[in-house]
């Protein structure tokens, strides 16, 4: 066996296959389970992860007994090793001392638990308060539930498929209602890929309402839009119409008038005061 240290992965080849495991630093124990699962799976050396000792050979013991504990000595030893060799220096003073490799995996997962158990919870609450926001269709958010339901199953938390199917109907807006209330009249149960075949149809069929109340509203609004700009001159008001050829409130004009144009300046011609002006 042959171990290989690469910044924070640990790759080690045996039985002509090659295996990698991220370096356990505390935050990353999930990763780190998977890879020490997987790895020593596919290398073939898993035996004393999912199987117990046999009891100690003696003379009397058979060919099979000694077989089974060549190979479970080995698996054991090697699997101890690549956990070992897989977990930062500073975390391995607080673990169990022991030869055991399932007992040593297991003292690891004890150690992390509590970090699980707050995760398991975390993914509890975001699967009972996620709601559809309309973005990425509504087939993405019924497969993220639904991967939700995988990890909440992956930690020993089964759901059935009728309340991730319930939670779906929750989580979906009013434009649902349809589906929602077939649903809550009907006995029969609904699978997951029911509901996938009946929101996706729903949802298309919905865009397209909307879609045709907005052209329709924006073409009302084209042919009423016609304000006082749209008007002839001849129907403008009047007031507006002596404001434009230089008349206020209907008052002729005497602009260009000559015996009108007088220059006002100087004293008044009958009091011969300042401040007005009168013609003689």
Same mark, same amino acid.
């Given at each position: 066996?042959?171990?290989?240290?690469?910044?924070?992965?640990?790759?080690?080849?045996? =039985?002509?296959?090659?295996?990698? #495991?991220?370096?356990? #630093?505390?935050?990353?124990?999930?990763?780190?389970?998977?890879?020490?699962?997987?790895?020593?799976?596919?290398?073939? #050396?898993?035996?004393?992860?999912?199987?117990?000792?046999?009891?100690?050979?003696?003379?009397?013991?058979?060919?099979?007994?000694?077989?089974?504990?060549?190979?479970?000595?080995?698996?054991?030893?090697?699997?101890?090793?690549?956990?070992?060799?897989?977990?930062?220096?500073?975390?391995?003073?607080?673990?169990?001392?022991?030869?055991?490799?399932?007992?040593?995996?297991?003292?690891?997962?004890?150690?992390?638990?509590?970090?699980?158990?707050?995760?398991?919870?975390?993914?509890?609450?975001?699967?009972?308060?996620?709601? %559809?926001?309309?973005?990425?269709?509504?087939?993405?958010? #019924?497969?993220?539930?639904?991967?939700?339901?995988?990890?909440?199953?992956?930690?020993?938390?089964?759901?059935?498929?009728? %309340?991730?199917? /319930?939670?779906?109907?929750?989580?979906?807006?009013?434009?649902?209602?349809?589906?929602?209330?077939?649903?809550?009249?009907?006995?029969? /149960?609904?699978?997951?890929?029911?509901?996938?075949?009946?929101?996706?149809?729903?949802?298309?069929?919905?865009?397209?309402?909307?879609?045709?109340?907005?052209?329709?509203?924006?073409?009302?609004?084209?042919?009423?839009?016609?304000?006082?700009?749209?008007?002839?001159?001849?129907?403008?008001?009047?007031?507006?119409?002596?404001?434009? =050829?230089?008349?206020?409130?209907?008052?002729?004009?005497?602009?260009?008038?000559?015996?009108?144009?007088?220059?006002?300046?100087?004293?008044?011609?009958?009091?011969?005061?300042?401040?007005?002006?009168?013609?003689?």
């Amino acid at each position: 066996m042959l171990f290989l240290v690469l910044s924070w992965t640990v790759c080690f080849f045996v =039985n002509n296959n090659t295996a990698s #495991i991220e370096v356990l #630093i505390g935050s990353n124990y999930k990763k780190w389970k998977q890879d020490i699962e997987f790895s020593m799976g596919i290398t073939d #050396i898993d035996l004393a992860m999912i199987s117990d000792k046999y009891a100690d050979i003696t003379d009397t013991s058979s060919l099979v007994e000694r077989e089974f504990h060549a190979k479970w000595e080995r698996s054991n030893q090697l699997c101890l090793m690549a956990m070992k060799r897989s977990i930062s220096e500073h975390l391995l003073g607080g673990l169990l001392e022991t030869n055991d490799a399932r007992e040593f995996f297991s003292a690891v997962r004890q150690r992390y638990q509590v970090s699980c158990n707050a995760e398991t919870e975390s993914l509890m609450h975001e699967l009972t308060g996620l709601r %559809y926001d309309g973005l990425g269709g509504v087939r993405k958010h #019924i497969l993220r539930m639904v991967h939700l339901q995988c990890k909440l199953k992956a930690r020993d938390i089964p759901l059935p498929d009728s %309340y991730v199917v /319930s939670q779906v109907l929750n989580s979906l807006p009013v434009s649902f209602s349809q589906i929602k209330t077939a649903y809550n009249t009907k006995s029969e /149960s609904l699978s997951i890929n029911d509901l996938i075949t009946k929101c996706v149809p729903e949802e298309e069929k919905n865009k397209k309402e909307k879609s045709g109340i907005v052209v329709f509203v924006s073409h009302s609004k084209h042919k009423s839009g016609k304000g006082f700009r749209g008007k002839s001159k001849s129907n403008a008001p009047k007031k507006f119409q002596a404001k434009k =050829n230089g008349n206020d409130c209907g008052q002729t004009s005497n602009v260009g008038d000559p015996k009108t144009a007088v220059k006002k300046t100087g004293t008044c011609h009958f009091c011969k005061k300042l401040g007005h002006f009168m013609n003689n």
